[in-house]
């Protein structure tokens, strides 16, 4: 009964390779994030989508490419990985407009380790 | 464009202690204010949140939050931890427009509690 489940849980992988995130929440939220948490704790916000909709897209490289096949799920697909992108990539989701009653809901994150 | 600042990246409290997390704000228009705390290898979890109305907030375990709008501050305290407290706090603000309500996090404090 996870609320915001994201796979996988770790990820090491090389440079230069493609590698894809999944995020699925069932809390009926209509709106989904990714972040970025860097080796510093520092949290960015990468992206949105509201109902399948892009509606953040905070300066990210082209390499980052989100993806929202309906409102309950979130991809985030990573091109030519390089050794900046080892993070934490958190999803969340949250309900447009009355979302903040209830702030964000956030996966576990994914570890992501570039060698 | 909003920005938060957490003034301390550490903080060490003995336990039974009590202990406060300050958090400054900067924004052009109304603000919605957060607090979260993340335990070791886990996502983010929502303490408290303030929307309007009594600026004095209480959350879950213990902690509560002043809102203080001529200081633009919502400082975290508990007035006593406990070892399971020990996990870094992240203060967040969102204009709380309604597409995407972007929330944009401080740098975190880490909370270590000492037996």
């Known amino acids: 009964d996870t609320a915001v489940s994201q796979t996988p849980k770790y990820l090491v992988t090389q440079m230069g390779n493609d590698k894809s995130i999944k995020c699925e929440q069932n809390?009926?939220?209509?709106?989904m994030y990714w972040y970025k948490q860097d080796s510093k704790k520092f949290l960015k916000i990468m992206f949105s989508y509201n109902n399948k909709e892009l509606i953040i897209n905070e300066t990210v490289p082209n390499r980052f490419s989100p993806k929202s096949p309906d409102k309950a799920h979130l991809n985030l697909h990573i091109n030519s990985l390089e050794l900046g992108d080892s993070a934490v990539y958190f999803c969340a989701s949250s309900l447009a407009g009355t979302g903040l009653h209830y702030g964000y809901t956030f996966g576990s994150g994914t570890r992501l380790t570039v060698v | 464009a909003q920005s938060v600042t957490q003034l301390d990246s550490q903080v060490p409290v003995f336990e039974e202690a009590p202990v406060e997390l300050r958090c400054n704000y900067s924004?052009?228009?109304?603000?919605?204010l957060f607090w979260y705390v993340q335990y070791p290898n886990q996502g983010l979890q929502l303490l408290l949140k303030y929307l309007s109305g009594s600026t004095l907030v209480k959350g879950i375990n213990g902690f509560e939050a002043e809102f203080n709008k001529s200081q633009t501050s919502f400082h975290l305290r508990k007035p006593s931890v406990h070892i399971s407290d020990t996990a870094e706090y992240f203060c967040?603000?969102?204009?709380?427009?309604?597409?995407?309500?972007?929330?944009?996090f401080g740098g975190g404090t880490r909370v270590l509690v000492k037996p």
């Open positions: 924004s052009s228009v109304s603000v919605y």
């Open positions: 967040a603000v969102s204009d709380g427009k309604a597409a995407g309500n972007k929330l944009t």
């Open positions: 809390l009926g939220h209509d709106t």
